[in-house]
C-alpha cells in the first residue's frame, strides 16, 4: 500500500501534525490515549509503560501473535496491571497534593466500589496497590461483601457497605468488624436501621454506621438519574433527621460515623463537583451541630474518565483533570467546614470508571467485509431498462458542486428500479446491473466527499453506504454500554497505522442482531459515523482494539446469543519492547455457557448421540462418519463461544 503524501492526508482528514505517525493523527490517540499508547515505526499500535516512560513501547500486534502461538486467540481482553497500578497511585498523589496544597487537616481515604469491576485478578490488584494508601473497598451485595471480606485489606482501610441490606448481610458486617475490617453499614432507610438495631442487639455487638443522604443537584448526562433527589439510593432530608433522633433514643448516636453522599457518575463538569461537594458539606456541618460524631465524608462516585479527549463537558468527556478534580473537592470541603468551624473530615471517595477504565482493551479480528463499492462501471447493454442508463449517465455531470444532486438522482433511480423488481417488471439481471452502477457511483461520491467540505446532512447519506467489517466479538457480551447508552470508546485498527485508511466502515459483531453494530467513532477531527480503516486482504489477520473498557463492561455483559466471557490475559510490559504473560484467564467454554441457561452439557450430548446411533442403524451414516459428527460435537461443548480458527 502506497503511502500518500502530506498534503492528501491533510484534504482527507484536516489533520494539522503529522509528526507522531499517520494513526495518531486520524484516530486523535495524542488527544485520547493519555499516554499509555504510540504507534510505532512500523504502524502498529503500541503500549507505553506508564510507570516506565524510558521503556520499549510494546507491539500489540505482536502481544496479540505472541498469545496466539501460546493458545490464547482473539477476542481478547486485554488488561495491562501498570495501567490499573498508576489510576490509583494517581488518585492517591492527587489528593495527598491537595490535602498539603490547601493545609487540609484531615485525610483521603478511597475505596473501590466492586461493582465496577469484580474480577478477582482486579480487585486483588487494587488491594495490593492500595495497601499504602490505606484504600479500601465498597460492596453493594452480599457477594461482594464476601469477596471483600476475603481480601487482605490494609488495617486502617475503610470497607463500605451500600445497597440493600438482609439480616445475614447486617450479620456478616458487624461481626467482620471483630476481625479488624472497619467495615461500616451505610443505612439506607430508617427500616433498615431498625434491622440493623435488631441483628445488633441479637448479637451484642455495635455497628459502625453511615447514613446515606440524597442530594438535590442533578448532573447532566447519561448518568444523570444517579443524582438529584429522583435517584433510588439514599435518604430524604425528614428520614436522615428520623435516624438521627432513632439512633440518640436508643443511646447508639456514637455508631454514626460517616456519611455517604453519592456525587453521580462521569460527572463532566467540575463546577458540578464543586456544586455537589457543597450541598454534601451543608449536610455534614448540620448534623456535627446536631451532635453526630461524624468523621468520615463519603462522596461515592463521580470521577470522569475522557474517553474522547475533546476535554469538555460533554457525555463522553470531562472538562478537567485528576488533580483540578482532587483540588476541587478538597477546596470545597475545606472551606465549607472551616465557614462552619468544624473539624476536617476524612474525605472518602468510592471513584470506579476513574481507576479502571482505563486498564483494559478489548481486542478482536475482523472476520470479513461487506464492501459498499464497486470498482469499474458496468457496460451498457442494449436492452438495459432507461432507468439503468439514468444511473449511468450521473457520471457524466458528477462533480464536487453538483454531488448532493448526484447522490439524490441516484438515490432516487435505484430505488425506482428495486420498486419495478418488486412488481415483477424486471429481472433479476437488470437489478444486479442496477445495483453494481450505483456502488460503483458510491465509490465515486466518497472520494469526492472525503476531498470536498460537505453537509452534515450528505455525510449522513453517505454515512448509509459505508462498508461494514464484521468482528469476532460480541457487543451485548464485551461493550454493553456501547449497545445501551451509545458509550463512545476510543476504536482503532491496531496494525499498518502508518499507511492511510482508503475505507470507510461501520463494525459489526458476530450477534446475529440488527443492534449488533457499532457506528459512532471517536476521530482527532470529532465523532465520526464510520471508522477509517484499510482495505485487507482475505487472509491478513487485521485487529481493531477497543480501548477503555476496564469499567462496567466487563461484569454487565450478559449472554446474548450464548457468546461467553472473552479469554483474558495480564501482562506487565518489559524494558526492551517484550512482555510478560502475568496471568491467563480462559473465557467460557459453550458448555459453562450452556450450563448458564441450565442445560446439561452432558444430556444434550447424549441426546445427539442417540440419534447419531439411530441414523447409523439405519444405514444413513457411516461408521466413520458417526465417529467424526460426534468428535465435532464433544469438541465444540468443550471450545470457546466465539469463532475459532
Ligand atoms: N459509589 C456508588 C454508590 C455508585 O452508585 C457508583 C456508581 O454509580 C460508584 C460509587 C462509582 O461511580 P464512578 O464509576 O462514576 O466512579
Sequence with gaps: MDILPREFIFQQHGVVELDKGLGADIYGIDRWGHEILTVLPNGDAGLLDVQNPSAQAVSIPSIVHDLAERGIHSPILLRVNSFLENSLIELNSGFANAISTYEYSGEYRGVFPIKVNQQAEVVERIVTTGRKYNYGLE??????????????????????????????????????????????????????LELVLQVSKALNEKPRLGVRIKLTHQIQGYWAESSGDRSSFGMTTDNVVRVVERLQTEGMQDCLTLQHSHLGSQISDINDVRRIVKEACRFYTELKTLGVPLEFLDLGGGLGVDYTGEKQSNENSVNYA?????????????????????????IVTESGRGVVALSSMLIFDVLDTTLYDSKVLPKPNENDHHLIGDLLAIEDYLSAERLQESVNDAIYYRDEVRALFRRGNIDIKSLAQAETVFRYLVARFKKIAAASDTSPQLDEQLGHFADIYHGNFSLFQSLPDVWAIDQLHPIMPLQRLNEVPDRHAVLSDITCDSDGKVDRFVLADGISKTLPVHDIADDEA??????????????????HNLFGDTNVVTIALGENGGFDLLHEVEGDTISEVLDY???????????????????????????????????AYKDSLGGYTYFEK
Design 542 to 559: 487485521y485487529y481493531i482494539g477497543v480501548f477503555f473498557v476496564g469499567a462496567y463492561q466487563e461484569t454487565l455483559g450478559d449472554l
Design 139 to 192: 460492596v453493594g451485595s452480599k457477594p461482594e461483601l464476601l469477596i471483600a471480606l476475603a481480601q487482605n485489606l490494609a488495617k486502617d482501610s475503610l470497607l463500605i457497605c451500600n445497597g440493600v441490606k438482609d439480616e445475614e448481610f447486617i450479620r456478616l458486617a458487624i461481626l467482620s468488624c471483630k476481625i479488624g475490617f472497619n467495615t461500616i453499614i451505610v443505612l439506607e432507610s430508617p427500616k433498615e
Design 597 to 631: 441457561v441450565e442445560y446439561d452439557a452432558q444430556a444434550c450430548l447424549a441426546t445427539f448421540r442417540k440419534r447419531v446411533d439411530s441414523a447409523v442403524s439405519s444405514k444413513q451414516l457411516t461408521i466413520s462418519e458417526r465417529r467424526v459428527l460426534i468428535a
Design 322 to 346: 485528576l488533580g483540578e478534580y482532587c483540588e476541587a473537592v478538597v477546596e470545597t470541603v475545606k472551606y465549607a467546614m472551616d465557614e462552619a468551624q468544624i473539624g476536617h473530615p476524612t
